[in-house]
């Protein structure tokens, strides 16, 4: 009887937080598409005039270290409520509030943590494969070096080296060919390699930040990957009036996702299987 009206109390909690999920993300939609019309209908902002004045712009991710570099989130990244990452995305690199509150919406569900109530280190979204992920542009993977918010400069280096845009700016074919290469690069190196597709989506999400917030201009990154932090007097160069809506950051996202070549070409599939032949002989000549 008394696991019955646990099962029962248990299917009924599920199914509310399943239709609150539901109808959130619904009416969040709702108000995206609004904001997405209204940049339609509205010209951009001015160049210079981006960031409400005053508010110039530490673990795997360099948008929230740079946020916490320059106090805009506490300097020492610890205990943030998760509404202050959302009102400092939004307001430092004009993601519209819908988009700012689905992303941070979506690390406290990932966290398994109340978005309204509870906190936040930055270090926690390093948890392996639940927002961290193998195959950065900005990191090595975690099976090289679990210390997720070291910088590898070396990537990054070559990230800045690879724009083919005027004035050797990234393009989003760029970004493209960069996260492919080094998918084929981590599964060829990482015994313990792993990307679910929500994974890739991530890392596209990542690739397509720089190509919006940064417009690609590999001067701006050169500081905000290799120190973490934003230019002097850099604004945002995404100028809609609402930011960045999730509708304009998902198609772009897919864009660049889809367009990735060694996700059909079998070389990622390929990769690794080099290492297992070695990694055979050597187990057969043992034997032998
Ligand atoms: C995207 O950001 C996450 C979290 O900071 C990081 O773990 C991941 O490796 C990044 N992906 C790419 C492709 O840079």
Not at 63 to 69: D, H, R, S, V
Not at 122 to 129: E, G, K, S, T
Not at 157 to 177: E, F
Request: glycine share 8%; aromatic share 6%; hydrophobic share 40%.
């Amino acid at each position: 009887m008394v696991a019955l009206v646990i099962a029962f109390r248990r299917i009924l909690r599920e199914l509310v937080s399943g239709i609150k999920t539901v109808l959130t993300l619904v009416l969040t939609l709702f108000l995206d598409l609004l904001f997405a019309a209204y940049n339609l209908l509205t010209p951009d902002r001015p160049a210079g005039r981006v960031v409400p004045q005053g508010h110039p712009g530490r673990c795997s991710c360099p948008a929230l270290n740079a946020l916490a570099n320059h106090g805009v989130l506490p300097r020492d990244g610890k205990s943030i409520k998760f509404t202050e990452v959302t009102d400092a995305v939004c307001r430092v690199y004009n993601l519209s509030p819908t988009l700012s509150f689905l992303l941070g919406d979506f690390i406290a569900g990932s966290l398994v943590r109340n978005f309204r109530t509870d906190r936040l280190d930055l270090a926690d979204i390093d948890v392996h494969n639940c927002i961290e992920h193998d195959a950065s542009l900005t990191r090595v993977d975690h099976f090289h070096d679990p210390d997720q918010d070291k910088i590898a400069h070396e990537g990054i280096d070559g990230v800045l080296a690879s724009g083919t845009g005027p004035g050797g700016n990234l393009t989003p074919p760029d970004i493209a060919r960069l996260l492919g290469k080094r998918r084929v690069e981590a599964k060829t190196r990482n015994p313990k390699f792993s990307l679910a597709l929500i994974h890739k989506l991530f890392g596209s999400a990542n690739g397509t930040m720089l190509l919006t917030i940064f417009g690609g201009r590999v001067d701006d990154l050169r500081s905000f990957l290799g120190e973490e932090r934003l230019p002097d007097g850099w604004e945002s160069r995404i100028r809609h009036r609402m930011g960045m809506t999730a509708f304009e950051f998902n198609f772009k996202v897919f864009s660049v996702e889809l367009s990735i070549k060694e996700e059909v070409d079998d070389s990622i599939a390929r990769a690794g299987q080099e290492r297992y032949l070695r990694a055979g002989e050597a187990e057969s000549r043992k034997n032998a």
